[in-house]
């Protein structure tokens, strides 16, 4: 049954990470979550488990906190948090079912965003690099991932052709034998 | 049967052209077998340049719609179908296809009648298609012959199919292609029943993928199909086949990183695939191949009955480890039961016959150390 949500500013120092956390942010993910915290803070609050206080989700975003002065600081030592009377069990359900629910970044979309705010000249490659852990290589493929570009398509020559052939009877000798393996591996 | 590569004075395009002058003074009906991917475009704008060099009229085109197809590609084979200089047949044809989960194997039945009364099609068939019923065959069960021998109905005298099949694509692709040494590119469709007048033709067998975008982005100026674009921006897999077989699914995020819709599609029209989006990534094969294999053949049967769904399934697989059980009697290092298992789960199982393990693998390893014990001794 829902009801109003009830965000409590809570010390940080009493929240926990549970052992039985199933979840792991790679590291340039974790660059664009800490960047997001320091310039916007939380926006969402975390969720927590009252009897415990272990944290249900957002435990990424609390290690961040803990761990980056600038976003600590800027919390003085206080995090938003809803709190969920739940078991042990519940909680752990509840963690799976907010992470498995979680939205896909789609490609192509993401390169139509990319190259409207390239644009628009308020975002420069840098910020890019920073804001989104969008090195140089992916930030071509969002501007101009085509491919002729990722090919290079126009400085190719084109391949010469070829024959089967008989190899000679001496590659039967063990000493001189070729593995034979398919030309071009482009797979 | 070793075979080399005689490299010939020219480029692959100019002898892809002269082989296709070759097939069409030979064959009787030429039509190029397009899948709506970048190598078959390029074998159709081959057949354009020369139907516009003899003044044949328009290119006849085979498409066989296998229903999990992309949308991108649905979408670039529609504007093919359109174009005024190409002739196209869209077949829709119940015949079997794979879907590959952890390890299970299941065969589902494409553009099956049962699906499609419980709304679980991937699509409609189109109204333009060819289906079973144009055979007097319903959607009920699988087509009692090849797939080929359907679309080749109609045509007359001897048929060519040209393909767009490449040698860099796989090990099986390049033997195929260096099987014969006369006209090498021109072989017997698989498993077709023999007196029925239809080759494949694989023209373009020797060029490599830049040949192929270089061709039809500058020889013709002409559209590829779009999903390439976007498995370049994701780094994704450029095939563009059924998504859910045993290789493919392997790969399944790429659908996702490319078409999320259509992953919800075939999500909607058969669930059990999200287990392999969860937990491939963290999923141990070799402990499962190897919790089979210790206990020989017996362990391959047990694999059979859990792993592959479908009597017929079962039955392909039997006959496969009897084929296999006769190659390990004779060479059991080169012929390991691990490779049957591994075969039973990630390879194809319906060739001819079983091979045996590749140079550098763990089985050609213990074969070596044997050999050479037996012949030096401990001392070696």
Redesign the interface.
Same mark, same amino acid.
């Not at chain 1, 049954?1 to 792991?24: C, S």
């Not at chain 2, 080929?148 to 195929?176: H, I, P």
């Not at chain 2, 859910?244 to 695939?273: N, S």
């Given at each position: 049954m829902a009801t109003d949500i009830k965000i409590e500013y809570v010390d940080a120092n009493q929240l926990v990470v549970p052992e039985w956390r199933a979840t792991y942010v790679l590291r340039p993910e974790l660059l664009v979550i800490s960047g997001s915290l320091i310039e916007f803070g939380f926006i969402q609050p975390i969720h927590v488990r009252k009897s415990t206080n272990e944290i249900i989700d957002g435990s990424e975003r609390y290690l961040l906190a803990m761990n980056i002065d600038e976003i600590y600081e800027q919390l003085d030592g206080k995090i938003p948090v809803v709190f969920h009377d739940v078991d042990l069990i519940d909680a752990m359900i509840m963690h799976l079912r907010l992470n498995?629910g979680r939205s896909?970044v789609? $490609? $192509?979309k993401t390169?139509e965003i990319i190259r409207k705010a390239k644009r628009s000249g308020n975002y420069s490659d840098r910020d890019f690099n920073e804001l989104l852990s969008m090195r140089n290589e992916e930030l071509s493929?969002?501007l101009d991932?085509?491919?002729?570009k990722?090919?290079?398509?126009?400085e190719?020559n084109?391949?010469? $052709?070829?024959?089967?052939? &008989?190899?000679?009877s001496s590659?039967?000798n063990p000493d001189r034998m070729?593995? &034979?393996?398919?030309?071009?591996?482009?797979? | 049967m070793t075979r080399q590569r005689l490299f010939l004075d020219m480029s692959c395009v100019d002898a892809a052209r002269e082989r296709i002058r070759h097939v069409y003074d030979t064959f009787d009906t030429v039509c190029v077998q397009f899948s709506g991917g970048k190598d078959s475009t390029a074998v159709l704008y081959l057949a354009k340049e020369i139907h516009e060099e003899r003044g044949l009229g328009p290119v006849k085109v085979i498409f066989r719609d296998e229903e999990m197809v992309s949308p991108a590609v649905v979408k670039y084979v529609e504007k093919v179908r359109n174009y005024d200089w190409v002739d196209m047949e869209w077949y829709c044809l119940p015949y079997p296809a794979e879907v590959w989960v952890l390890g299970y194997r299941i065969t589902t039945l494409l553009w099956s009648e049962q699906r499609r009364k419980q709304g679980r099609l991937v699509r409609e068939i189109p109204p333009w298609a060819i289906t079973g019923k144009h055979f007097g065959l319903t959607h009920d069960v699988s087509l009692p012959e090849q797939t080929d021998y359907y679309t080749m109905q109609g045509k007359k005298g001897n048929v060519a199919f040209l393909t767009g099949v490449r040698a860099s694509e796989s090990m099986v692709r390049y033997r195929s292609i260096v099987q014969k040494l006369h006209e090498n590119y021109i072989v017997t469709p698989y498993k077709l029943k023999r007196g029925i007048p239809l080759k494949f033709a694989k023209i373009i067998y020797d060029w490599n993928t830049n040949d192929v975008f270089k061709f039809i982005i500058e020889e013709h100026g002409a559209d590829y199909c779009e999903y390439y674009d976007l498995a370049v921006a994701t780094g994704s897999n450029t095939r563009i086949g059924i998504p859910l077989h045993a290789t493919a699914i392997r790969r399944i995020g790429d659908v996702i990183a490319t078409e999320p819709e259509f992953y919800d599609r075939l999500y909607e029209c058969f669930p059990y695939i999200d287990a392999q989006r969860r937990i491939w990534p963290e999923y141990d094969v070799e402990k499962v191949i190897a919790q089979y294999a210790k206990n020989g053949f017996a362990g391959a049967s047990a694999f059979i009955d859990k792993y592959l769904v479908g009597s017929r399934r079962q039955m392909e697989a039997r006959v496969f480890v009897s084929k296999f059980r006769k190659k390990h009697l004779g060479d059991p290092h080169g012929y390991p039961v691990s490779w049957l298992i591994r075969n039973l789960m990630l390879n194809e199982i319906d060739v001819n016959s079983p091979t045996p393990v590749g140079p550098k693998t763990k089985a050609h390893t213990i074969r070596t150390a044997e050999l050479e014990q037996e012949l030096y001794g401990d001392g070696y």
């Amino acid at each position: 049954m829902a009801t109003d949500i009830k965000i409590e500013y809570v010390d940080a120092n009493q929240l926990v990470v549970p052992e039985w956390r199933a979840t792991y942010v790679l590291r340039p993910e974790l660059l664009v979550i800490s960047g997001s915290l320091i310039e916007f803070g939380f926006i969402q609050p975390i969720h927590v488990r009252k009897s415990t206080n272990e944290i249900i989700d957002g435990s990424e975003r609390y290690l961040l906190a803990m761990n980056i002065d600038e976003i600590y600081e800027q919390l003085d030592g206080k995090i938003p948090v809803v709190f969920h009377d739940v078991d042990l069990i519940d909680a752990m359900i509840m963690h799976l079912r907010l992470n498995r629910g979680r939205s896909t970044v789609i $490609a $192509a979309k993401t390169s139509e965003i990319i190259r409207k705010a390239k644009r628009s000249g308020n975002y420069s490659d840098r910020d890019f690099n920073e804001l989104l852990s969008m090195r140089n290589e992916e930030l071509s493929l969002m501007l101009d991932g085509s491919v002729l570009k990722a090919r290079k398509i126009k400085e190719h020559n084109y391949a010469k $052709a070829w024959v089967p052939i &008989e190899a000679p009877s001496s590659m039967t000798n063990p000493d001189r034998m070729v593995i &034979e393996s398919p030309p071009n591996p482009d797979r | 049967m070793t075979r080399q590569r005689l490299f010939l004075d020219m480029s692959c395009v100019d002898a892809a052209r002269e082989r296709i002058r070759h097939v069409y003074d030979t064959f009787d009906t030429v039509c190029v077998q397009f899948s709506g991917g970048k190598d078959s475009t390029a074998v159709l704008y081959l057949a354009k340049e020369i139907h516009e060099e003899r003044g044949l009229g328009p290119v006849k085109v085979i498409f066989r719609d296998e229903e999990m197809v992309s949308p991108a590609v649905v979408k670039y084979v529609e504007k093919v179908r359109n174009y005024d200089w190409v002739d196209m047949e869209w077949y829709c044809l119940p015949y079997p296809a794979e879907v590959w989960v952890l390890g299970y194997r299941i065969t589902t039945l494409l553009w099956s009648e049962q699906r499609r009364k419980q709304g679980r099609l991937v699509r409609e068939i189109p109204p333009w298609a060819i289906t079973g019923k144009h055979f007097g065959l319903t959607h009920d069960v699988s087509l009692p012959e090849q797939t080929d021998y359907y679309t080749m109905q109609g045509k007359k005298g001897n048929v060519a199919f040209l393909t767009g099949v490449r040698a860099s694509e796989s090990m099986v692709r390049y033997r195929s292609i260096v099987q014969k040494l006369h006209e090498n590119y021109i072989v017997t469709p698989y498993k077709l029943k023999r007196g029925i007048p239809l080759k494949f033709a694989k023209i373009i067998y020797d060029w490599n993928t830049n040949d192929v975008f270089k061709f039809i982005i500058e020889e013709h100026g002409a559209d590829y199909c779009e999903y390439y674009d976007l498995a370049v921006a994701t780094g994704s897999n450029t095939r563009i086949g059924i998504p859910l077989h045993a290789t493919a699914i392997r790969r399944i995020g790429d659908v996702i990183a490319t078409e999320p819709e259509f992953y919800d599609r075939l999500y909607e029209c058969f669930p059990y695939i999200d287990a392999q989006r969860r937990i491939w990534p963290e999923y141990d094969v070799e402990k499962v191949i190897a919790q089979y294999a210790k206990n020989g053949f017996a362990g391959a049967s047990a694999f059979i009955d859990k792993y592959l769904v479908g009597s017929r399934r079962q039955m392909e697989a039997r006959v496969f480890v009897s084929k296999f059980r006769k190659k390990h009697l004779g060479d059991p290092h080169g012929y390991p039961v691990s490779w049957l298992i591994r075969n039973l789960m990630l390879n194809e199982i319906d060739v001819n016959s079983p091979t045996p393990v590749g140079p550098k693998t763990k089985a050609h390893t213990i074969r070596t150390a044997e050999l050479e014990q037996e012949l030096y001794g401990d001392g070696y």
